[in-house]
């Protein structure tokens, strides 16, 4: 069955930094581009990052540029997202997503069940 | 900033009622353009890709349609279980961006 599972959300301080963690199984993991994807309390979805299937391209919304790393191991089926200089407005659930294809940029075909980030002071 | 727009915001219908949710891009996509469900405290699930092609297992009651700047998403017949928050999204280069969501409530 395919699967994505995040992990290493919580709580942190404005300023502060927390990795969060997907593991892909039951699907070639890298053969497809992944992504993050995030939603405020009571919000809509909110793109974050979207990394190519060989890690080699990476690209970010305007509101987490410079803050936010993207990366991946394909070795271990593993997708990351490096969150420094957290901010309140950074609170909400956090989703990895799956590219359907593996040619080109596709539609999200599967979604982790997300890891939930407060900030707060 | 690229901008996808939905309307309506929300909506109201019956059981059995044709309900049509429409999506604008800022700037011509193509056909990239996807559909979502996303149930009150589940996980967002494709319903459509490529504009108009049923993500396998979807019922066919929900299609949809449109090229460029114009998108529609169509429920043929409103049922119980399709009460949710609808999301556009393109995904020709970045950023991916969701429209604001359209939440569909039964009368």
């Known amino acids: 069955e395919e699967q994505l599972l995040e992990s290493g959300g919580g709580l942190v301080q404005p300023g502060g930094s927390l990795r969060l963690s997907c593991a892909g199984s039951g699907f070639t993991f890298a053969s497809h581009a992944m992504s993050w994807v995030r939603q405020a309390p009571g919000k809509g979805l909110e793109w974050v990052s979207a990394?190519?299937?060989?890690?080699?391209?990476?690209n970010y919304a305007n509101s987490v540029k410079g803050r936010f790393t993207v990366s991946r191991d394909n070795s271990r089926n593993a997708l990351y997202l490096q969150m420094n200089s957290l901010r309140a407005e950074d609170t909400a659930v956090y989703y990895c997503?799956?590219?359907?294809?593996?040619?080109?940029?596709?539609?999200?075909?599967?979604w982790g069940q997300g890891t939930m980030v407060t900030v707060t002071s | 900033d690229f901008q996808m727009t939905q309307s309506p915001s929300s909506l109201s219908a019956s059981v059995g009622d044709r309900v049509t949710i429409t999506c604008r891009a800022s700037?011509?996509?193509?056909?990239?353009l996807a559909w979502y469900q996303q149930k009150p405290g589940k996980v967002p699930e494709l319903l459509i890709y490529?504009?108009?092609t049923l993500q396998s297992g979807v019922p066919s009651r929900f299609s949809g349609s449109g090229f460029g700047t114009d998108f529609t998403l169509t429920i043929s017949s409103l049922q119980p279980e399709d009460v949710a928050t609808y999301y556009c999204?393109?995904?020709?280069?970045?950023?991916?961006?969701f429209g604001q969501g359209t939440k569909v409530e039964l009368k």
């Open positions: 999204q393109k995904y020709n280069g970045t950023p991916r961006t």
């Open positions: 990394l190519s299937s060989h890690g080699a391209f990476t």
């Open positions: 490529a504009a108009s």
């Open positions: 997503a799956k590219d359907r294809g593996t040619s080109r940029p596709d539609a999200y075909d599967m």
């Open positions: 700037e011509g996509i193509d056909i990239y």
